[in-house]
């Protein structure tokens, strides 16, 4: 299947049904609503549920695959959070960055990392993928 060509497009939230990420927990949910296959873009924009107390597993966005075990090897990608609600806390190889409702967290490609929700209520947050996986 070819990629479509890219264009404006509206999508709504509802519009695509929650799923998991692949290497996570199904307490991690996600739904993915720009992403290449569907409107050609090449930047992933999605929202995320995370239950309070859950950890995800591990994702690794080094150059190669030098994914440690249960984590999941994305590639070199760049990703953004923006937290809606709740408290997280991400824990990445320069240390642990918490962060909750109107923080934004940026990763650089080339690191190891993974998130904790360590809130009393479900987290909510906005998430870009660059280049996206689908």
């Not at 150059?63 to 408290?87: H, L, N, S």
């Amino acid at each position: 299947m070819s990629k479509p060509k890219a264009k404006a497009a509206k999508i709504h939230y509802d519009a695509v049904p929650w799923g998991v990420v692949e290497g996570s927990s199904e307490r991690l949910r996600i739904r993915r609503l720009i992403t290449r296959g569907r409107q050609g873009s090449e930047l992933m924009l999605g929202v995320a549920s995370l239950d309070p107390g859950v950890e995800t597993g591990g994702w690794s966005s080094m150059p190669e695959d030098e994914a440690r075990p249960g984590e999941y090897w994305m590639g070199p990608i760049e990703e953004t959070y923006y937290c809606i609600r709740g408290q997280l806390t991400l824990f990445c190889d320069e240390g642990e960055i918490e962060f909750g409702p109107d923080d934004a967290v940026y990763l650089a490609p080339g690191g190891h990392y993974r998130l904790k929700n360590t809130g009393d209520e479900e987290a909510f947050f906005v998430y870009n993928l660059y280049p996206p996986s689908e």
